[in-house]
């Protein structure tokens, strides 16, 4: 499996809540462990990732920061509308200021868009420095 929500996949940032010019949204999917996005207002706060065309989603990984409880929900339509929850996560804190990395528990399932809605956090603020969807494209017709 590979991660498929990554710009050079063809994946792409379509929807966020919150915008900073230094700590863009594009960051959660650029592939550096460097960069990343931060949230700028009051929970919630959502992200929307976009895929190039419907794929197969094995396994979903988190790296964030201060991120307390946070749902996942696809949708299959062309637009990103009609979105039904997947999964929803508590996530344990982490001190002295380290990264969360967390194993979000899906089934397989076929997307083309994902949010990703940051319900709470530890703090005011969270860090998001990517989010990894494991596993391929596939074509609509040969799935339904």
């Not at 960069?35 to 929307?48: A, C, S, V």
């Not at 509308?81 to 982490?94: G, K, L, R, V």
């Not at 809605?117 to 990517?130: A, E, I, K, Q």
Request: with cysteine.
């Amino acid at each position: 499996m590979k991660n498929v929500a990554l710009e050079a996949t063809g994946a792409q940032v379509s929807h966020t809540t919150s915008w900073d010019p230094n700590h863009a949204p594009e960051t959660v999917i650029d592939g550096s462990d460097v960069t990343f996005w931060t949230t700028t207002g009051l929970f919630p706060q959502e992200l929307i990732i976009t895929f190039d065309s419907v794929v197969q989603v094995e396994a979903i990984e988190s790296r964030t920061f201060n991120v307390k409880n946070m749902k996942i929900l696809r949708s299959v339509s062309m637009f990103p509308t009609e979105f039904n929850e997947i999964c929803s996560s508590d996530i344990p804190e982490n001190e002295n200021g380290q990264q969360q990395r967390f194993s979000h528990k899906v089934n397989a399932t076929a997307v083309r868009h994902l949010k990703f809605v940051f319900v709470s956090g530890w703090d005011d603020f969270v860090g998001v420095y990517s989010l990894e969807v494991l596993g391929e494209n596939v074509d609509l017709k040969q799935r339904f």
